[in-house]
T-cell receptor
Framework: GAVVSQHPSRVICKSGTSVKIECRSLDFQATTMFWYRQFPKQSLMLMATSNEGSKATYEQGVEKDKFLINHASLTLSTLTVTSAHPEDSSFYIC?????????????FGPGTRLTVT | RKEVEQDPGPFNVPEGATVAFNCTYSNSASQSFFWYRQDCRKEPKLLMSVYSSGNEDGRFTAQLNRASQYISLLIRDSKLSDSATYLCVVTNAGNMLTFGGGTRLMVKP
């Protein structure tokens, strides 16, 4: 099946620094990539939708200047958490959506666990 | 009211038991429906799509009732490895997934 990778899988950073998370679709071209955040014991919450070559669409309550999303190619999207604070500590998951032989499918990356100290 | 609602559980069942999860959604225009499984500290993985006619995959059966805006998942002959959180997911326009809060299942020996 299709594979989506995320890097890094785990990151610990100091408060005030920025962290970049990469999401790659390895064997298909992702028309759209989605970024989710999941706090402990909660479900996934969509942060933003990213289409290749255009600006991301952010969900209500998500600060676009704090969570910078770049979708430069059909196989790569990046999420940069700027000036991270401890409350940004969370599990960040991307998913990629694109044409597959069976139709359009959406696949999840393995997630990135961010801890801000 | 949440857009997709699930009983958070946990459901504690013995091995071999049959267990059913329910999910309701509020947007009557929802287009596609899925059950995902999420293990602790891992990403969600697609378990099965849910069709109006109902569908079965081995020990798993999913049902959709559009009139009542209700989705169900039935697991027969529960295995220890079925212990996980089961997420009810719907899509609306733009193929955006909306997740329910998840139902936690713990299968005991």
């Amino acid at each position: 099946g299709a594979v989506v990778s995320q890097h890094p899988s785990r990151v610990i950073c100091k408060s005030g620094t920025s962290v970049k998370i990469e999401c790659r679709s390895l064997d298909f071209q992702a028309t759209t990539m989605f970024w989710y955040r999941q706090f402990p014991k909660q479900s996934l919450m969509l942060m933003a939708t990213s289409n290749e070559g255009s600006k991301a669409t952010y969900e209500q309550g998500v600060e676009k200047d704090k969570f910078l999303i770049n979708h430069a190619s059909l196989t790569l999207s990046t999420l940069t958490v700027t000036s991270a604070h401890p409350e940004d500590s969370s599990f960040y998951i991307c998913s990629a959506w694109g044409p597959m032989t069976s139709g359009y499918e959406q696949y999840f990356g393995p997630g990135t666990r961010l801890t801000v100290t | 009211r949440k857009e997709v609602e699930q009983d958070p559980g946990p459901f504690n069942v013995p091995e071999g038991a049959t267990v059913a999860f329910n999910c309701t959604y509020s947007n009557s225009a929802s287009q596609s429906f899925f059950w995902y499984r999420q293990d602790c500290r891992k990403e969600p993985k697609l378990l099965m799509s849910v069709y109006s006619s109902g569908n079965e995959d081995g020990r798993f059966t999913a049902q959709l009732n559009r009139a009542s805006q209700y989705i169900s998942l039935l697991i027969r002959d529960s295995k220890l490895s079925d212990s996980a959180t089961y997420l009810c997911v719907v899509t609306n326009a733009g193929n955006m997934l909306t997740f329910g809060g998840g139902t936690r299942l713990m299968v005991k020996p």
